[in-house]
Nanobody
């Protein structure tokens, strides 16, 4: 089992940047593929980015491709999401998620563990 805690959210102006972090408990972080999802008010939770357990494979939603970068540091048990050129439509609660597996996964239902989320608000 793994516990996930997100941090780094906040209020930022459009065009700005934020870096989200997701700290994982336990010594098996490197066994998990990881992902970022987000949920805006009144909308369903959606996929943002995913990374394989060794960091060699990544995948992004079209809406964030070229602006967001997912990465991980297995020595620090931490997942990151670097968000640049933020837009108002990026406003949402951002969640990290873990799935036991080697590849990357984009389906919300594929993930086994979830963090509590961190709020990102982009103002114009």
């Amino acid at each position: 089992q793994v516990q996930l805690v997100e941090s780094g959210g906040g209020l930022v102006q459009a065009g700005g940047s934020l870096r989200l972090s997701c700290a994982a408990s336990g010594r098996t972080f490197r066994s998990y593929a990881m992902g970022w999802f987000r949920q805006a008010p009144g909308k369903e939770r959606e996929f943002v980015a995913a990374i394989s357990r060794n960091g060699g494979g990544t995948h992004y939603a079209d809406s964030v491709k070229g602006r967001f970068t997912i990465s991980r540091d297995n020595a620090k048990n931490t997942l990151y999401l670097q968000m640049n050129s933020l837009k108002r439509e990026d406003t949402a609660v951002y969640y990290c998620a873990a799935k036991s597996g080697s590849y990357y996964y984009v389906g919300l239902g594929e993930y086994d563990y979830w963090g509590q989320g961190t709020q990102v608000t982009v103002s114009s």
